[in-house]
Nanobody, 115 residues
């Protein structure tokens, strides 16, 4: 059974950092297109960052220079390092794995940034 488990969320002050983890079981993470998404209350879910099977990274404009996505094949996990957090980064953050018609989401982890 494929499972994505996120962790690392929490309450921080503006300017601080958090590192989110997405541990994957049931599939090999390096074979999948992996992404981090977020959804704030009353808003649509949006892409934050993604890493392709080939290792290419793409970021939403609102996180460029602040967030970094990485992948660890030995731990079968994907990470999101978030620096210089802003109150507008407050949202539930979700991990997603895609390969052909396979599309799997984690349960999410909450990030709250106070001003």
């Amino acid at each position: 059974q494929v499972q994505l488990v996120e962790s690392g969320g929490g309450l921080v002050q503006a300017g601080e950092s958090l590192r989110l983890s997405c541990v994957v079981s049931g599939v090999i993470v390096s074979l999948y297109h992996m992404g981090w998404y977020r959804q704030a209350p009353g808003k649509q879910r949006e892409l934050v960052a993604e890493i392709t099977r080939g290792g290419n990274r793409n970021y939403a404009d609102f996180v460029k220079g602040r967030f970094t996505i990485s992948r660890d094949s030995t731990k079968n996990a994907v990470y999101l390092q978030m620096n210089s957090l802003k109150p507008e980064d407050t949202a539930a953050y979700y991990c997603r794995a895609q390969l052909w018609q396979s599309d799997i989401w984690g349960q999410g982890t909450q990030v709250t940034v106070s001003s």
